[in-house]
């Protein structure tokens, strides 16, 4: 009877966390489903407590991610033993993220909404960059990057990327240069 009681504090208590981080931001629940990807009446469901906060580590992790976060601080959250691979590329846009003095959902808000869910992904570390140009130019706008360190950056993320994928990098340096010359060329000085 204890533990049912426990469980249901801890419920309650993540509850409240979500709907103060919300009343705190001015986030729409519309706008916040979207972000997590779940439906409206779930986020409604889950902060009038008409159903027990998520285990679901993903729910979670995209919960964690919009309100700058870490998942562990929802005692619902179980920690996966799959090890989070760093991605100093990433890292290297949450810093752009702080000199900008932007937060998550501040960040996210500057994105069209369909694009945001993807956003909360890639911040969390379970997609990937974006290796298209125009997409990863958009992250440089908002973030004010310079085009070269962004031009810089998108080449890691590329390049990671490929060899990700078995692309051999000292074998194809050549290759490599060549074509990086040439989209330079292309990204830098297109405005």
Not at 6 to 11: A, M, S, T, W
Not at 19 to 34: G, P, S, Y
Not at 61 to 88: L, N, Q
């Amino acid at each position: 009877m204890q533990d049912k009681k426990n469980k249901q504090k801890n419920e309650q208590k993540s509850s409240q966390k979500v709907a103060e981080f919300l009343e705190k931001n001015k986030i729409h629940k519309k706008d916040f489903a979207q972000m997590i990807g779940v439906t409206l009446s779930y986020v409604y469901n889950l902060i009038d407590e008409a159903i027990p906060f998520s285990t679901r580590s993903t729910t979670l992790e995209r919960v964690a991610t919009v309100m700058d976060i870490a998942p562990e601080e929802f005692d619902e959250y179980v920690i996966s033993s799959d090890p989070v691979p760093y991605d100093k590329n990433l890292e290297s846009i949450k810093d752009y993220m702080k000199k900008n003095k932007l937060s998550t959902v501040e960040f996210l808000k500057k994105f069209e909404r369909k694009k945001r869910l993807q956003i909360v992904d890639i911040l969390r570390g379970a997609k990937p960059l974006f290796i298209d140009f125009s997409e990863f130019k958009k992250i440089g706008e908002i973030l004010n990057i310079k085009d070269e360190e962004l031009f810089n950056l998108w080449k890691n993320v590329f390049v990671e990327h490929l060899e990700d994928n078995g692309f051999d990098e000292a074998v194809n340096r050549e290759l490599l240069d060549a074509m990086f010359n040439g989209a330079k060329k292309y990204a830098v000085s297109k405005k």
